[in-house]
């Protein structure tokens, strides 16, 4: 009834680098928002919940894309 999936080495490795993209665009909005705001050097730090949170819902938005391209190619591409 169900399969037993095994997810490769180099899908984790792939995961892993997306989500550092996502984490890194967060805190450098982060970075850019304490520039604006005039805030001190510690909010580098103490924010880094919020970092973290806008980087799981940036992962999630870059997952939902990915979804919808391989679901239009897979349309797209019909034999």
Same mark, same amino acid.
């Given at each position: 009834?169900?399969?037993?999936?095994?997810?490769?080495?180099?899908?984790?490795?792939?995961?892993?680098?997306?989500?550092?993209?996502?984490? *890194?665009?967060?805190?450098? *909005?982060?970075?850019?928002?304490?520039?604006?705001? =005039?805030? !001190?050097? #510690?909010?580098?730090?103490?924010?880094? =919940?919020?970092? *973290?949170?806008? !980087?799981?819902?940036?992962?999630?938005?870059?997952?939902? *894309? #990915?979804?919808?391209?391989?679901?239009? !190619? #897979?349309?797209?591409?019909?034999?």
């Amino acid at each position: 009834m169900f399969r037993d999936t095994t997810i490769t080495a180099t899908v984790k490795k792939r995961e892993l680098i997306i989500f550092l993209f996502c984490f *890194l665009g967060a805190y450098v *909005l982060n970075v850019i928002g304490i520039i604006k705001n =005039h805030n !001190s050097v #510690r909010e580098l730090f103490t924010q880094l =919940h919020v970092v *973290l949170l806008v !980087s799981l819902v940036f992962y999630g938005a870059v997952f939902i *894309l #990915r979804i919808l391209y391989y679901v239009v !190619s #897979r349309l797209w591409i019909r034999k």
